[in-house]
Nanobody, 127 residues
């Protein structure tokens, strides 16, 4: 099992930056593929970014490419999401999630493939 706790959310002006962290506990963090999802007001949860177990492969939804960077530190059992050039459309609760690596390269954006979730952290971008 993997327990996940997000932090780093907050209020930021448009054009600003935030770095989210997701602290993982449990023996399987380093063997878990990881993802970030978000749910904006009145919207469904959507995929944001994902990273393979070793960090060598990363994936992003089109709207954040070139602005967000996902990374992980398997020594510290921590997942990160560096968010730059934020816009009000990025306002959402951000969740980190963990899953197995089976078929990860083809299913990384599917929330139903992730078995462990954090509680979420609020990101609010003001215009």
């Amino acid at each position: 099992q993997v327990q996940l706790v997000e932090s780093g959310g907050g209020l930021v002006q448009a054009g600003g930056s935030l770095r989210l962290s997701c602290a993982g506990s449990g023996r399987t963090f380093s063997s878990s593929a990881m993802g970030w999802f978000r749910q904006g007001p009145g919207k469904d949860r959507e995929f944001v970014a994902a990273i393979s177990t070793g960090g060598g492969n990363t994936y992003y939804t089109d709207s954040v490419k070139g602005r967000f960077i996902i990374s992980r530190d398997n020594i510290k059992n921590t997942l990160y999401l560096q968010m730059n050039s934020l816009t009000p459309e990025d306002t959402a609760v951000y969740y980190c999630a963990a899953r197995t690596s089976y078929y990860f390269s083809t299913t990384y954006s599917r929330s139903d493939e992730y078995h462990y979730w954090g509680q979420g952290t609020q990101v609010t971008v003001s215009s």
